[in-house]
Nanobody, 115 residues
Framework: QVQLVESGGGLVQPGGSLTVSCAAS????????MSWYRQAPGKVRELVAT????????NYADSVKDRFTISRDNAKNTMYLQMNSLKPEDTAVYYC????????WGQGTQVTVSA
C-alpha cells in the first residue's frame, strides 16, 4: 500500500535553513509527479512545490520561490525540500504527496521558525 513518511523537521531561527525528506513506497515513485504541501495552525493545507518524475521541471508557490528547492532521488524513492531564509510564516506541518494528491497522507513533519 502507499506509504509516505516525512522527516527532518525541527525548530530553526528566522533566516536559518532546514531540509525535510519524504520516503515513499507502494507506488511507482519515479514516474509520479510529487509535491510538498504545508498546513499552518488554523489554515488550510497549501501547495508549496512540485517536481516532475524526471526531476527536470519544478514549480513553487510565490511565497517560497527563490528560498525553497525541491528535489528527488528516484533510486531511493525519496524527495527533499531544502528551505533557506526561513521566516516565521513558514511555520507549519509539512507533508508530501503526489500531484494531484491522493487520499493517503503521512504524519507530516513539524517545522517551527522562531527566535
Amino acid at each position: 500500500q502507499v506509504q509516505l513518511v516525512e522527516s527532518g523537521g525541527g525548530l530553526v531561527q528566522p533566516g536559518g535553513s532546514l531540509t525535510v525528506s519524504c520516503a515513499a513506497s507502494g507506488f511507482t515513485f519515479s514516474s509520479s509527479v510529487m509535491s510538498w504541501y504545508r498546513q499552518a495552525p488554523g489554515k488550510v493545507r497549501e501547495l508549496v512545490a512540485t517536481i516532475r518524475g524526471s526531476g527536470g521541471l519544478t514549480n513553487y508557490a510565490d511565497s517560497v520561490k527563490d528560498r525553497f528547492t525541491i528535489s528527488r532521488d528516484n533510486a531511493k524513492n525519496t524527495m527533499y525540500l531544502q528551505m533557506n531564509s526561513l521566516k516565521p510564516e513558514d511555520t507549519a506541518v509539512y507533508y508530501c504527496n503526489s500531484w494531484p494528491p491522493t487520499l493517503v497522507w503521512g504524519q507530516g513533519t513539524q517545522v517551527t521558525v522562531s527566535a
